[in-house]
């Protein structure tokens, strides 16, 4: 028996938590609004926004809870194809280098080669995924805005109409929201800037000097393949990069999620994965190290047309800043609910937002991971169906 045999037929045992119908009809008590396109928004009990490990791992609970894809859920996303951000990292990234992977709920990623991009493995996997849980993925629809619509329900407007929903699962990533810091004279560079979104692998750098601004894993990555091809890298960090050496156990794991957890509870926006963890020492990077491709400047103070400048006098010359400099939860749409606290971020207790019961975050903070996703899908279904079985609207 495959993987997808062995989960259909879990489903077709008593869950007994799964509940299709158990929560009132689809509709029930909405008023019927336009959606300001002459048409009426349509009914869900859940609209679970972003089909990457977050969003699908939501799904897959979503469905073994009984809720069916149309009547008792939507996945909406903006991404043209499966995979999430996946999709979009960089061709050099193979299957192999990418560490930590946790494959989704219900359905192995086995025989892949190490070799692929993991852009292709994963979007395939995540692909195979989606039809396995005929999880109805509807793509590209873009969320622009959630709303609160009156009775309980959150109006969740799209570029394919609006949905009503009980309860929203925002499971957007980061990956549409580069971080991208501002220097000054930055506009007056005459070479190239880019940032790791937008990364094509090392090939488009051969001969190039080439400056990485970040500490994290991917400013590290793209400085071990650039350094191959490029005429001379400089790697610069705000702190001194953080180097960790030595195994991440469970426990290491679980101190990193408990740090940013408390962050998220008291409403302050997420810190980076690596100022958690630290950079994680591999051979490659004790190899790129010993050759120096790994010695760190501080921040520069100012970008020249031909390069970066210290205040000590200091400059080099470059003809490419590549910024590694992380990214941003993607959560504007939420904007109109005002569940951000004075202190810049959302405040969750586990996945809900303390400010509204029916708005639950997955793939935000403490389970901003594979791991992290896939049980924070399985907590926030968990705590919906329980509000939703109440039948009453629950807004805070
Ligand atoms: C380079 C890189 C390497 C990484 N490697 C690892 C690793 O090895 N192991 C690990 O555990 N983690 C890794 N991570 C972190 C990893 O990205 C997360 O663990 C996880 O894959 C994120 O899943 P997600 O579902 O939260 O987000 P995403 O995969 O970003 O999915 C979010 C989805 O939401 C959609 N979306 C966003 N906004 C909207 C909107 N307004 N309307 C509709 N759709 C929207 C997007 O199209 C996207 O498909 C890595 C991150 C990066 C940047």
Do not use: C
């Amino acid at each position: 028996m495959n993987n997808i045999q062995a989960v259909r037929e879990q489903w077709t045992q008593d869950d007994p938590g799964a509940a299709p119908g158990a929560s009132p009809a689809p509709g029930a008590g909405l008023t019927a609004e336009s959606d300001g396109r002459g048409r009426s928004p349509q009914p869900i009990e859940v609209a679970v926004i972003g089909a990457g490990q977050a969003g699908l791992s939501s799904a897959y609970h979503l469905r073994r809870r009984g809720y069916e894809p149309g009547t008792g859920f939507v996945v909406l996303d903006h991404s043209p194809a499966p995979g999430g951000a996946w999709q979009f990292r960089w061709p050099t990234l193979t299957y192999g280098k990418v560490h930590g992977m946790h494959a989704l709920p219900g359905m192995e990623l086995t025989g892949a080669d190490p070799a692929r991009p993991s852009a292709e493995v994963i979007g395939a996997y995540f692909a195979r995924y989606e039809r396995a849980f005929a999880l109805q993925v509807r793509r590209p629809v873009d969320v622009s805005a959630v709303r609160e619509g009156g009775e309980g329900r959150l109006l969740v407007e799209t570029s394919a109409g609006t949905w009503a929903a009980r309860a929203v699962i925002n499971a957007t990533g980061t990956w549409d929201r580069p971080l991208w810091p501002r220097y000054p004279g930055q506009e007056t560079f005459t070479g190239r800037q880019l940032h790791t979104a937008r990364y094509p692998g090392p090939g488009a750098f051969t001969g190039q000097r080439v400056i990485v601004v970040g500490g994290g894993t991917s400013a590290v990555q793209h400085l071990l393949e650039i350094a191959e091809v490029a005429a001379t890298t400089t790697w610069v960090t705000r702190r001194p990069p953080l180097f960790r050496a030595g195994p991440f156990g469970e426990e290491q794991g679980r101190a990193a999620v408990a740090l940013v957890e408390e962050r998220v509870r008291r409403g302050l926006p997420p810190q980076s994965v690596v100022s958690v963890t630290g950079l994680p020492m591999t051979e490659a990077m004790e190899q790129a190290r010993a050759a120096g491709v790994l010695d760190r400047l501080p921040m520069f103070d100012e970008i020249t047309p031909g390069g970066v400048a210290w205040a000590d006098g200091r400059t080099i010359e470059a003809d490419v800043i590549l910024w590694a400099t992380g990214f941003r939860p993607a959560i504007e749409q939420l904007a109109p609910l005002r569940l951000r606290e004075p202190g810049g971020g959302i405040a969750l207790e586990g996945t809900r937002a303390v400010r509204d019961a029916r708005v639950h975050l997955v793939g935000y903070g403490p389970s901003a991971s594979t791991i992290g996703a896939n049980r924070a899908g399985g907590a926030a279904v968990r705590e919906i169906h329980r509000l939703l079985r109440q039948g009453a609207p629950v807004a805070a």
